[in-house]
């Protein structure tokens, strides 16, 4: 895929008006002709969403990610913890990490190996907005002082990922 790539487009309806206008055409109120023209969406994306040749209509464009949902944001979610506090992993630490999460839960995966590469950690990182940082430069004074409790806590939120 390439990485830098941008929409030549942007749809300009949302999601819920073509909902509408795919609802109105399956119940026979209005024909395809008349939908686009009513709700200004392309008459060819009513009729596939209305013959199924696309699916059902989401919220988010492109392939569903390979982690679910709910498991990417506890990997987010503890990865900030955990640079917080001054433990932050590299990306070939939180690769790796990955791997293991994909292996242990037999997702199938596109992935060589079960692991990741570093085009799905950019989007990952793009996804849930984080900037993680090289923390072999910071300087020993500027980590924090962790206690044993909170070391205990974060291991705990990586353990539940």
């Known amino acids: 895929m390439v990485r830098s790539y941008k929409r030549k487009t942007t749809p300009t309806y949302d999601l819920?008006?073509?909902r509408k206008a795919v609802d109105e055409v399956k119940t026979g109120k209005i024909n395809s002709y008349q939908?686009?023209?009513?709700?200004?969406?392309?008459?060819?994306?009513?009729?596939?969403?209305?013959?199924n040749k696309k699916g059902i209509v989401?919220?988010?464009?492109?392939?569903?990610?390979?982690?679910?949902?709910?498991?990417?944001?506890?990997?987010?979610n503890g990865l900030r913890v955990m640079e917080k506090y001054g433990f932050g992993l590299?990306?070939?630490?939180t690769l790796d990490l990955v791997a293991v999460h994909v292996s242990e839960n037999n997702y199938k995966t596109p992935f060589k190996n079960n692991k990741p590469g570093y085009d799905?950690?950019?989007?990952f990182?793009?996804?849930?907005?984080?900037?993680?940082?090289?923390?072999?430069r910071l300087k020993c004074q500027e980590k924090w002082h962790v206690t044993l409790l909170l070391?205990?806590?974060?291991?705990?939120?990586?353990?539940?990922f």
């Open 125 to 136: 990182k793009k996804r849930h907005n984080l900037s993680l940082k090289d923390l072999r």
């Open 90 to 93: 590299t990306s070939k630490e």
């Open 58 to 76: 989401k919220e988010s464009r492109g392939p569903p990610t390979v982690i679910d949902r709910e498991n990417e944001l506890k990997l987010a």
């Open 35 to 51: 939908a686009a023209k009513k709700y200004n969406i392309p008459r060819m994306t009513i009729c596939d969403r209305v013959n």
């Open 120 to 123: 799905w950690f950019a989007a």
């Open 151 to 160: 070391l205990m806590s974060i291991l705990i939120l990586l353990m539940e």
């Open 16 to 18: 819920e008006t073509l």
